[in-house]
């Protein structure tokens, strides 16, 4: 599955990371989400599209940063 890495603020704890990964997983329970705190990088493994996963990211309250590498 492709992964997409998404730059997020508004994460400070592990509660927050795994709310992240909850939201995601609620849309694709197969994804595989890593999330680094101190950089703020969520990567998840996912078959979500980036839309899909931002909107997931998005409705737990975080906000998805727009990416250079996009
Ligand atoms: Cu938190």
Known sequence: MPVL???V???TCDHCVRSVTKAIQA???HARVKVDLAEGLVSAET???RAG???AI???GYKVLPCARD
């Open 9 to 11: 603020s508004g994460m």
């Open 58 to 60: 998005e409705e737990a």
């Open 53 to 55: 996963a931002v909107r």
């Open 5 to 7: 890495e998404m730059k």
């Open 27 to 29: 849309r694709d329970p």
């Open 47 to 49: 078959a979500l599209d």
